[in-house]
């Protein structure tokens, strides 16, 4: 028998109405010893869990900045710690990374990112607003990599490109994710999508949205709400 309690506490920005900074805490009572274990391992007693804190800060519109810690009452110290940053200053303009500390077990760095190439060269493009792209003949580089502190290699990692012709966008898209300790698969994606028609070949889309914090679609159906949709 389990009990979890937490309270959570946001501020709003007068002027916007936005989550201006957000502050959480946690922590699990349990009544009885734990009956349901995996074979060979030592059935749960403690009473109080570890304490769970996290909290954020949207400095700005464009830099967020968040945090969580699991904290062991008993050796006063932190168990599980997490700490990332987000830059975002514009439609399809994001870098975050984050460092996160088990301790004993892992110490890993993880950056993600969406930006166009063509700023490379001073091109900024134009502001379509959500899923409408920023113009025709650009370039995207799409990625996120997980890099062991411990020991000092890649985990994982998805790289990518999209070229956003208009009428038509292509990517290309690289995955490596690690299965074992010494052990990975690989795999590459390749999509040719007709706006408005179809797409061709393995699809990457769920990928990178599920991987990259923020990652937004060069093109996705954006309907206005309907008079009538509350009749549904």
Not at 41 to 54: F, M, Q, T
Not at 69 to 82: A, C, D, I, L, M
Not at 208 to 216: F, T
Request: charged share 25%; glycine share 10%; net charge positive.
């Amino acid at each position: 028998n389990l009990l979890t309690l937490g309270v959570t506490t946001r501020l709003l920005d007068p002027a916007t109405g936005g989550e201006a900074a957000r502050l959480g805490i946690a922590q699990r009572l349990r009544f009885s010893d734990q009956d349901v274990t995996l074979p060979g391992a030592a059935p749960a007693s403690e009473r109080l869990s570890d304490v769970l804190l996290g909290g954020a800060v949207n400095w700005t519109p464009q830099w967020t900045v968040d945090s969580t810690v699991q904290f062991n009452p008993k050796t006063r110290r932190s168990e599980r710690s997490t700490i990332g940053a987000r830059y975002s200053p514009s439609d399809y303009r994001v870098v975050s990374a984050a460092y996160r500390l088990q301790r004993g077990y892992s110490e890993q760095m993880d950056v993600g990112w969406q930006w166009p190439l063509n700023d490379l060269w001073g091109d900024k493009g134009q502001d379509l607003g959500p899923g409408r792209g920023q113009g025709g003949g650009r370039w995207y580089s799409v990625g996120r990599v997980n890099y062991s502190m411990r020991d000092k290699k890649i985990v994982d990692a998805i790289v990518g490109l999209e070229y956003d012709a208009c009428c038509w966008i292509g990517r290309v898209v690289l995955e490596r994710l690690q299965s074992g300790v010494s052990t990975a698969s690989t795999r590459i994606m390749f999509q040719l999508e007709f706006v408005g028609f179809t797409r061709l070949g393995s699809n990457p889309l769920r990928t990178l949205k599920e991987n990259i914090p923020r990652y937004q679609y060069l093109r996705e159906e954006i309907t206005s709400p309907s008079r009538f949709s509350n009749y549904d």
